[in-house]
């Protein structure tokens, strides 16, 4: 990292902590939103809904600030400043939260459910409910939706791919949550944990043989200039929410806890139609930009990752997710 870019998050960071000394003596309310998301991206835009329609809804008594390109930081790093109170929010996938509740893991598990429709159904359950109960008194989190859908998730390489065997020693970027590690190396490639923002140089410089994505992000990261094939894996389904500080949340007057929740929901589901609205032009752009776009049977990398759920002790829970989905 650059002198000056040190020098920004370091600014952008005491700014956001300033306010948690002095938040209570102001007249309005901020929140800053970190996401690794570029601003093409359709969630980013459902975020600029979120943000339009909470300063209107609290007459700008309450104003969201937006971080693209992890421009405050790692997601983690922006978890435990949320945990000490500041008053920042991460747009956050279950597997990094899951150090702290398991369950909220098995929203990252291999093929767990089917598009938008089948996983918004998890995450607007009583059950998942609980899991959000449960995340406040562990770790100091507060979810204000988690209905913000990224698309499924697909193989990147530069060689072919029909089969897990197709993978092997193949080194596959993926977040380091053990649900992603476990179902990379369960489809026959190598886990190699690294920053999103580091893929394009990694792959560009061999360090790493493939990754694995969604189609906006892959589409926005330009990563269709460094990988040739996409193929069609639809591994993991993914499910993002927007995470804050409890303790910062609390704080806030009844009407406007409401509020953020009841917008976060309406603009992740929103951001979420968006994208599967953008997916086959994005796979469109870039096959014109020269990437393969490879359709297979997915069903030796089910039969492969099957396993996955018994290895991290989701078996049980997997059992209460599929008997909520066929409600």
């Known amino acids: 990292m650059s002198v000056m870019a040190k020098a920004v998050r370091a600014a952008l960071f005491g700014s956001v902590m300033s306010l948690v000394s002095f ?3 102001a007249a309005d309310y ?4 970190n996401t690794a998301l570029s601003p093409q991206d359709p969630l980013f835009k459902g975020l600029e809904e979120f943000k339009a329609n909470v300063e209107k809804r609290s007459a700008g008594k309450m104003s969201v600030r937006l971080f693209p390109a992890s421009q405050l930081g790692k997601d983690e790093d922006l978890l435990e ?12 996938d279950g597997g990094r939260l899951a150090v702290f509740v398991k369950e909220f893991g098995v929203l990252g598990a291999p093929y767990v459910a ?9 995450v607007t359950s009583p059950m998942f409910e609980e899991w959000v109960q449960k995340l406040r008194k ?16 697909h193989m990147l390489t530069n060689k072919p791919v029909k089969v897990p065997a197709d993978l092997n020693g193949v080194r596959v970027r993926t977040p380091g949550a053990p649900v992603w590690m476990e179902t990379i190396r369960a489809m026959g490639a190598t886990p190699t944990p690294l920053p999103w923002s580091e893929v394009y140089t990694a792959m560009q410089q061999q360090v790493i043989d493939g990754a694995e994505a969604q189609d906006p992000a892959i589409y926005g990261s330009r990563l269709y200039e ?14 993002t929410g927007i995470v804050t500080s409890a303790a910062w949340f609390d704080g806030l007057p009844k009407d406007m806890q409401t509020l953020l929740r009841e917008e976060s929901l309406k603009a992740g589901d929103s951001a979420s139609k968006a994208t599967e609205a ?11 930009k020269g990437m393969q776009v490879v359709e297979i049977d997915v069903t030796p990398f089910r039969t492969a990752t099957a396993a996955v759920y018994e290895k991290l002790g989701y078996g049980e829970l997997h059992k209460q997710v599929e008997t909520l989905l066929k409600q």
């Open 23 to 25: 938040g209570a003596l």
């Open 30 to 33: 901020t929140l800053s939103v």
């Open 81 to 92: 400043q949320a945990r000490a109170g500041a008053p920042v929010a991460v747009v956050v």
């Open 114 to 122: 089917q598009g938008y429709t089948g996983i918004r159904k998890v």
């Open 138 to 153: 562990a770790s100091g989190h507060q979810v204000l939706s988690f209905n913000w859908w990224q698309g499924e998730r």
């Open 226 to 239: 460094v990988a040739k094939y996409l193929t069609k894996t639809g591994h993991i389904n993914l499910i």
């Open 278 to 288: 953008s997916l086959a032009d994005f796979e469109k752009q870039m096959k014109d």
